[in-house]
Structures are given as C-alpha cells and as structure tokens.
C-alpha cells in the first residue's frame, strides 16, 4: 500500500533525526469548531503522527471564537521552536476569514501549503514552494508510484478549490499534462471528461460522474468526500466520492475507492511536508 510505504520511510527519517541530534518533527493543528469532518480528518492525522513518531499538538477554539483568538494561537505556533508545521483545519467557520487567517501562517511552517505565497510559487514557472499542498501531492505521487506517465497526457481535474481542485490543476502541468479545469459553469463537462487520460474529480458532488464520462482505460482518482447518513456507522455518517464507482471501476484502468484511496495518501503527505520541514529548520540532511 502506497501510502504504508510512504510512512515508513518517514517513521525511519524521524527515528534517524532523534537519534543524531536528540530532536524530533512537531506538527501543530488548529481546529475551530466541531465539524463532524474535520474532526475525523484532525484525529486521522494526529493518529498518524503518532505512528511515526511526530510530536503533535492540537489547539480546538470553539465555533464563535474571534479572528483575533485564531490569530494569536497561529502566533504562539510561529515562535515556537518545537513546531515545524502548523495546520488551520479548513473550513473554518463563516464569520472568520480564512485568507486573513492563512496570511499570519508562519511560510516556512506552512506544511499545507496554502499560504499565498506557497501558493504563487506553486503557479510560477522557474520558482519553488516550499511546501506542495497534502492532496495535490498525494495524487500525483499515486500517478507516479502507480507508474502511470503524466507528461503528454491530457489530465481534466473536476472542481477548483483552494484545497484541492486549483493547485492539483497547477501541479499537473508542472508534470507537463495537458490540464483542462472543470467547474460548476463548464457546459457539456462529461464530453471533455470523456476524452482525458487523467481524471481527478473534487467536486463534492455525490456520485457525479458516471460510467459514460469515462474513457475506456482512463485512470480515475476520487477526492470528493461527501458525507451521507448511515446510522449502521460509528459515526452516523458515512463518506462517499464524486464518483459512481460501481459503473466506473467497468471504464477505467485504475480507480480510486472512498473512504481509503487519496485519504489516507493525503495523510501520508502531511507527515512528509512535516518531516521536510523540521530538516529545513533544523538544518538536518
Ligand atoms: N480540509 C479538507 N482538506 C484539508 C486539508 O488537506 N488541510 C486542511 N487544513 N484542511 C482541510
């Protein structure tokens, strides 16, 4: 599994860097309110940073805190010297401003990879970010590791948030696809999904795309996760992806299922940018 390889080499990494200079990886997270979501999405990734040894700390501020009780946890997190990554949960709720939020992340710590300026250097050719955003990162390495070629081919990503839909757009073409971004304006969108080698749908939209939006052969990864009700679920809840797998999995080559594809790779991820963080600032190699 992919994403078991992906953290054992940074379970070996971390246990390397404590053993050499007595330090290890901090990942703080900030989660505001108790989206039923967000919460399992934090105690996935506070799980998995056990696992490989990462120091995590989780501040939770209520639904109606101010921007300015945001603010100075993100502070806190800046300075201090144990943490090499920091990540607001997101959404956050509607009367906060994210952008305002995102803007007083400290860059170098930015594991997420959602401030501005990661996200700039993302866009540009010719400059780096220091930090590529967990689920965009996780698909290509999927692609990669799956061994399917992305240079030439025509990608078509569905959806374009800040999240995911946008910057997977721009990290696709940094591995020369031919990308084209569908949205919720796109006319005729099964047509141009229809013809791409490389769909990568977050839309969020309950089984969306079906059967006959797909190429014979394509390769298909979900992200949607859309929570629908199931009382037979510990939580109550259960996720499904924008994809009709059962008509999808007869089309394509290679498919992704949720829960358990691009997930628990995004996680994976996560404890990668945070690993790379803490050699940077630590200057450890
Ligand atoms: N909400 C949904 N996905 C993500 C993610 O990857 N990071 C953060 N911070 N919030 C999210």
């Not at 246990?15 to 505001?32: D, N, Q």
């Not at 859309?226 to 394509?252: F, K, Q, T």
Request: with cysteine; glycine share 8%.
């Amino acid at each position: 599994m992919i994403s078991m390889e992906i953290r054992s080499s940074v379970a070996g990494e971390v246990s390397r860097m404590k053993k050499c200079i007595g330090k290890v990886p901090g990942l703080a997270v900030i989660m505001v309110g108790q989206r039923w979501d967000s919460q399992i999405y934090v105690r996935n990734k506070i799980k998995a940073c056990h696992e490989v040894g990462i120091k995590s700390f989780v501040t939770d501020l209520p639904t109606d805190c101010t921007e300015a009780e945001v603010h100075n946890a993100l502070l806190r997190f800046n300075k201090d010297p144990s943490i090499h990554g920091i990540l607001v949960q997101l959404p956050l709720p509607q009367h906060l401003d994210e952008g305002k939020v995102l803007d007083v992340l400290c860059l170098e710590k930015d594991v997420d990879g959602f401030h501005p300026l990661n996200m700039g250097n993302l866009a540009i050719i010719g400059r780096e970010p220091l930090f590529i955003p967990c689920t965009p990162k996780g698909c290509v390495e999927l692609l990669i590791r799956s061994g399917v070629e992305i240079m030439g081919k025509k990608a078509v990503v569905i959806g374009r948030s800040n999240i995911v839909g946008l910057p997977t757009s721009l990290l696709l073409q940094r591995h020369h696809a031919t990308v084209t971004v569908i949205h919720a304006f796109t006319e005729n969108p099964e047509q141009i999904t229809s013809e791409a080698d490389i769909v990568v749908s977050a839309a969020g939209v309950p089984n969306m795309v079906r059967g006959n939006w797909i190429k014979p052969g394509a390769i298909v990864i979900d992200v949607g996760t859309s929570p629908v009700e199931d009382s037979s679920c510990e939580d109550g809840y259960r996720l499904i992806g924008d994809v009709c797998y059962e008509e999808a999995v007869n089309v394509a080559s290679v498919i992704t299922p949720v829960p358990g594809g691009v997930g628990p790779v995004t996680v994976a991820m996560l404890l990668s940018n945070t690993l790379d963080s803490a050699k940077r600032l630590l200057d450890f190699t």
